[in-house]
């Protein structure tokens, strides 16, 4: 869980640059929400039972899903002292559509490599 710590002061100091309100507390909720769902789903919804339910990136989306409703309920308590579920959902919306466009971005970026080395065989 202590890898994500780079990532998550990074993000405080651009939000700090850019001039929007980014509490420290978010620092430490967005890689504990994380921590906690992919603990959960490894629980839940073990990857290595004898028929997998899903395929690696479906797995990956749950846990992607799961993370961002705990992130976006920490931050939304966090930021407003009360749970203001708009904003919750905005948190999440956002969060998985980083995820989409990521796993997108990966999955063309693997290909490509495949080609690549089918190219360099040739």
């Not at 629980?43 to 846990?63: A, D, N, S, V």
């Amino acid at each position: 869980m202590f890898y994500l710590l780079p990532a998550s002061y990074l993000m405080l100091v651009l939000s700090a640059q850019a001039g929007i309100d980014f509490k420290p507390w978010f620092v430490i909720v967005s890689p504990v929400a994380c921590y906690i769902g992919v603990e959960l789903v490894a629980r839940f919804l073990p990857e290595r039972t004898p028929p997998r339910r899903f395929p690696k990136w479906q797995y990956f989306g749950i846990i992607a899903f799961l993370s961002s409703v705990l992130n976006s309920l920490g931050i939304a308590l966090v930021s407003k002292q009360e749970l203001e579920l708009l904003v919750a959902i905005g948190y999440v919306i956002g969060d998985m559509a980083g995820f989409f466009v990521c796993l997108l971005i990966v999955m063309y970026a693997f290909r490509f490599a495949r080609l690549l080395a089918k190219a360099s065989d040739a």
